[in-house]
């Protein structure tokens, strides 16, 4: 299982973003992907997730209606963020969990992942 994240950078606030998020070695009929975030001094909380069994995604409060997560034919799961605020600045992580092992499916809570790409940095700055 390998994800490779991407896409972050210095974005004025209002403006948007695309993360990307490469997958390979699973299928993503049986994987859940999920972004993440962690900012200096706070615990990482989750902002997205997709999961294509179910065909559901599932988002933070924070984030409703400005972020959106998708995935594409060659398994890239983006998020689009737009109308980013300065508290969107964190370090960004996509990650991902078998489906078929879990019990509990707690799509934005990170215990529930096992599988972790690096993180790509989003600050909201004017």
């Known amino acids: 299982v390998q994800l490779q994240a991407s896409g972050g950078g210095l974005v004025q606030p209002g403006g948007s973003l695309r993360l990307s998020c490469a997958a390979s070695g699973f299928s993503l009929t049986d994987y859940a992907i999920g972004w993440f975030r962690q900012a200096p001094g706070k615990e990482r909380e989750g902002v997205a997730s997709i999961s294509t069994a179910r065909s559901m995604t599932y988002y933070a409060d924070s984030v409703k209606g400005r972020f959106t997560i998708s995935i594409d034919a060659k398994k890239t799961v983006y998020l689009q963020m737009n109308n980013l605020k300065s508290e969107d600045t964190a370090v960004y992580y996509c990650?991902?969990?078998?489906?078929?092992?879990?019990?509990?499916?707690?799509?934005?809570?990170?215990?529930?992942?096992?599988?972790w790409g690096q993180g790509t940095q989003v600050t909201v700055s004017s």
């Open positions: 990650a991902t969990f078998d489906e078929h092992l879990s019990e509990s499916f707690r799509y934005l809570d990170p215990n529930e992942y096992d599988f």
